[in-house]
């Protein structure tokens, strides 16, 4: 079966640069989430994306920006790179209101983008 | 706010036993709760997910329980394997587009 796929799985940075994650859903998901992971600390949300609008917003740095784009996959924009900023980056889709084995919007996670910022 | 505490942080034991996690939630009104397995590094593998009208979920070796009045989810691993050493997340949904996640159990099973 499909999964989200992200891109790259791997990125390094210097402080002060900018990177771009992609986020490719599972097939007729309609709905993206980004989540945030620092080391040792659980996944943090920063937004989210339904039919290609942000829908919620977390503690997402100003200097990060997202969008879905009309192939529902989505992009997270982080400018001026800190130290701080490095970290395991997932992407999540899911289909509100669809049901998977009975589960409504059971999100599904893709293997994540780490980020290192040096 | 909704908050999601996680017992024990770390767990090990030997392999074959049965064990216990636990998942608090501080706000009751959730739409479903689901239980995640994190190798070290990789990404986040669903393993149950409970609505909020269910009482529990099975999949295997595992089954998970869920009191959303109490506020409390259970997961309960069967006869242990050191394949299942890993970090188990628990994380609700209230509605918002968002997971909250707990802080995760380490647990390592040793032969």
């Known amino acids: 079966a499909a999964g989200v796929i992200q891109s790259p799985r791997h990125l390094i940075k210097e402080k002060r640069e900018t990177a771009t994650l992609k986020c490719y859903p599972i097939?007729?998901?309609?709905?993206v989430y980004w989540y945030q992971q620092g080391p040792g600390q659980d996944p943090q949300f920063l937004i989210s994306?339904?039919?290609?609008?942000?829908?919620d917003k977390g503690s997402i740095p100003d200097r990060f920006s997202a969008q879905q784009f009309s192939d529902y996959h989505s992009e997270l924009n982080m400018s001026s790179l800190e130290l701080g900023d490095s970290a395991l980056y997932f992407c999540?889709?899911?289909?509100?209101?669809?049901?998977?084995?009975?589960?409504?919007?059971?999100?599904?996670f893709g293997p994540g983008t780490r980020l290192t910022v040096l | 706010k909704q908050e999601v505490t996680q017992i024990p942080a770390a767990l090990s034991v030997p392999e074959g036993e049965n064990l216990v996690l636990n998942c608090s939630f501080t706000?009751?009104?959730?739409?479903?709760l689901q239980w995640f397995r994190q190798d070290p590094g990789k990404g986040l593998t669903s393993l149950l997910l409970?609505?909020?009208?269910?009482r529990e979920q099975t999949s295997g070796r595992l089954n998970a329980s869920l009191d959303k009045s109490s506020g409390r989810s259970t997961l309960y691993i069967a006869a242990s394997q050191p394949g299942d050493s890993a970090t188990y997340l628990c994380?609700?949904?209230?509605?918002?587009?968002?997971?909250?996640f707990g802080a995760g159990t380490r647990l390592a099973v040793h032969p």
């Open positions: 409970i609505q909020s009208s269910q």
């Open positions: 994380a609700v949904w209230g509605g918002y587009n968002k997971l909250i």
């Open positions: 706000d009751s009104a959730i739409y479903n």
């Open positions: 097939p007729r998901h309609d709905t």
């Open positions: 994306f339904y039919e290609k609008m942000q829908s």
């Open positions: 999540a889709s899911s289909r509100p209101g669809e049901t998977s084995g009975g589960a409504w919007n059971e999100q599904f």
